[in-house]
């Protein structure tokens, strides 16, 4: 059963950063794509970032902030987010597509003002 479990969020003020971790039960190298996705209250959930076959991809609200990434030796995505706004306060989740689409179980981030 592939597990991936998230880790990184908290509390933090406009302007600051955090950094999410994704880690995998498998190799990383086996999912086609991986990545993050982000739901607000009462909002749907929307996608953050993708990476997969070398490529990067980021929802434009986020583009020149955030930077997604894998670390293949420790079977880790990451989502680096800098110069974070309130509206970026989300439950954040990894997912991985591999035969299916796994998820993880999210982490809260609070962007305070």
Known sequence: QV???ESGGGLVQAGGSLRLSCAASESIDRFMTMGWYRQAPGKQRELVAV???GTT??????KGRFTVSGDNAKR???LQMNSLKPEDTAV????GDYRFRYWGQGTQVTVSS
Do not use: E, F, K, P
Request: aromatic share 26%; charged share 5%; proline share 0%.
């Open 92 to 95: 954040y989740y990894c997912y």
């Open 3 to 5: 597990q991936l479990v």
């Open 51 to 53: 990476i997969g076959a």
């Open 76 to 78: 880790t995505v990451y």
């Open 57 to 62: 991809n980021y929802a434009d609200s986020v």
